[in-house]
């Protein structure tokens, strides 16, 4: 007989829980369900509505940039939004990421490094060749600041994000430059190697031998000191 009453005293227990928490278990459900819903309203309609958005009003800049109307590109020109605005007010768009490259390049060429720094860090993309140079202008910023262990490490950053003939070389020289400049000169001596031995082809590996040469006699000098 017992075994015949353990599964109703079960079930009653069951739905006298559901009875004392059903407010709590309606609300819960009801703000997961707000949630899903908001999330597909902003990923299904929200962002790619703002992203057209963006794209419209990006096109201004861009003709402003590539006629180095730097400012204007930045700034706007009061009928049409800057790559700042942009990158502020459509910050969830792809398109708003790539205004922070733009405004990062502008604010490096300017001379405005920790501005290049924040936009060029807060710039992501799967870019064979954007996310290099967004990783080789943060290292520029910081070289120009001196600050050559920084720019080292973003130098690094740039050759190694997307593997290429084109802008890996050129970032492992200027990483081997900067890393002389901060005194580690094994690392220097190993990045020029590495230079040498993967783009044997490029322009950066056609006088290497030279800075091999130097960085192992600074590194001989400093190991007797």
Do not use: C
Not at 100 to 119: S, T
């Amino acid at each position: 007989m017992a075994e015949e009453e353990y599964p109703q005293e079960q079930t009653n227990s069951f739905e006298a829980f559901i009875l004392q928490y059903q407010k709590v278990l309606s609300i819960g459900l009801s703000v997961i369900l707000i949630a899903i819903v908001a999330y597909v309203g902003t990923t299904q309609y929200y962002i790619p509505n703002q992203n057209a958005k963006a794209q419209k009003e990006i096109f201004q800049a861009q003709q402003y940039f590539e006629d180095d109307s730097l400012d204007l590109a930045l700034k706007g020109d009061g009928a049409n939004p800057g790559f700042k605005a942009i990158s502020e007010d459509y910050s969830w768009t792809k398109t708003g990421n790539l205004a922070n490259y733009y405004a990062g390049i502008i604010y490096l060429k300017k001379g405005k490094y920790e501005d290049a720094l924040d936009h060029l860090g807060a710039f992501e993309t799967t870019s064979n060749v954007l996310q290099p140079l967004a990783y080789g202008g943060m290292g520029d910023a910081y070289s120009e600041q001196n600050k050559y262990s920084q720019a080292a490490d973003y130098y690094l950053k740039a050759a190694n994000a997307k593997d290429n003939n084109f802008t890996s070389p050129i970032y492992l020289m200027k990483a081997g430059l900067v890393l002389e400049e901060s005194g580690n000169y094994q690392k220097a001596l190993d990045t020029y190697k590495q230079l040498k031995n993967d783009y044997p082809d490029s322009n950066q590996a056609s006088d290497i031998e030279k800075y091999i040469s130097r960085a192992k006699t600074k590194l001989y000098a400093n190991n007797r000191s």
